[in-house]
């Protein structure tokens, strides 16, 4: 059996597990099989715990492309201690800048970046003796 959009927190599938995935999946395809159009045919018998339909609910994002040149500037929130950010993309360039910010009183910044087709995290600090931290997948 193949479970998808969660499992059981026993890790087998029941009729009477919690619910644990909410949400929508498209196209899913195993071994070449279109999972998604063999159950919307009938031509599989999916059990299911919960509601399954066959069409998305959540609205659609809008993609947005960038040129070499173009970016988009939001605003911080004033007297915020917190940076959070999220975002997906998708890019067949290998490197590239995706997000950067100062931080509030020049107290450093912040860069994501993709170098060499990996995702890297710069945290600048101006007020410490170790002033950067790097992470990279």
């Known amino acids: 059996k193949i479970t998808f959009g969660g499992m059981p927190f026993s890790g ?18 195993y071994n070449g099989n279109n999972i998604t ?4 045919r009938k031509k599989l018998e999916p059990s299911n715990v919960g509601n ?7 609205p659609h994002t ?9 970016y988009l500037e939001v605003p911080g929130r004033p007297s915020q201690d917190v940076f959070s950010v999220s975002f997906l993309f998708r890019t067949w360039n290998p490197n590239g ?9 020049d107290l450093g910044n912040v860069e994501i970046d993709i170098n060499e087709g990996k ?4 945290i600048n600090v101006t007020l410490v003796k170790k002033n950067r931290i790097d992470i990279s997948s």
Not at 119 to 122: G, W
């Open 12 to 29: 087998k599938p029941s009729s009477n597990s919690r619910k644990n995935f909410k949400g929508c999946m498209e196209s899913i395809n």
């Open 37 to 40: 159009d063999l159950a919307k």
């Open 52 to 58: 399954l339909s066959f069409s998305c609910v959540e």
């Open 62 to 70: 809008v993609p947005v492309f960038f040129n070499a040149t173009s």
């Open 97 to 105: 800048l995706l997000v950067f910010s100062n931080f509030a009183d």
């Open 119 to 122: 995702v890297s995290v710069h």
